[in-house]
């Protein structure tokens, strides 16, 4: 397995990665883990394609999952299959409203709750947005995509995978 999941915050990409990985031997790599230092500052973009390259040179079986078209982009040669989670805005902000705490990005549950409104808002923003995050790009980058792909409506055809 060699699987790019792409789409909105709260679309459902880790959850669906973490269920498909518990019945096979690969690996997930969640992009926050390599587009973000400390905090809400981007790192430099060929740092975090060059982290994702060396993940990929050293897992046979991954998954990676995540909303950034630019680090997507140029690695997408060496997936064999997209999935373009693509649920609608609605679904996504009741997702992030249902998140369970996520410690590997939040000290607390406070303080991921503190975050809720400002990431519900910036959900919100999916099919307005022009930059790596919006629909526009995502809609781009499985377009331009020329492997086995899908794109998945609705969190119930997640189950076919």
Request: with cysteine; proline share 4%.
């Amino acid at each position: 397995m060699r699987m790019i999941l792409l789409g909105n915050a709260g679309s459902g990409k880790s959850t669906l990665a973490k269920r498909l990985i518990g019945g096979q031997p690969a690996t997930r790599l969640s992009l926050d883990e390599v587009a973000f230092r400390d905090g809400a500052e981007r790192r430099p973009l060929e740092d975090s394609i060059a982290d994702v390259r060396r993940f990929i040179a050293g897992n046979e079986s991954w998954i990676i999952e995540g909303c950034y078209a630019d680090i997507i982009e140029p690695i997408l040669d060496e997936c064999e299959e997209l999935v373009f989670l693509n649920p609608g805005v609605d679904v996504c902000i009741a997702h992030c409203r249902a998140r369970p705490w996520e410690p590997e990005k939040f000290a607390s549950r406070e303080e991921q709750d503190k975050n809720l409104e400002n990431l519900i808002a910036w959900v919100a923003a999916y099919n307005t947005r022009s930059d790596e995050y919006g629909l526009e790009q995502h809609q781009a980058v499985y377009r331009a995509f020329t492997g086995k792909k899908r794109e998945l409506n609705h969190p119930a055809e997640y189950e076919s995978l």
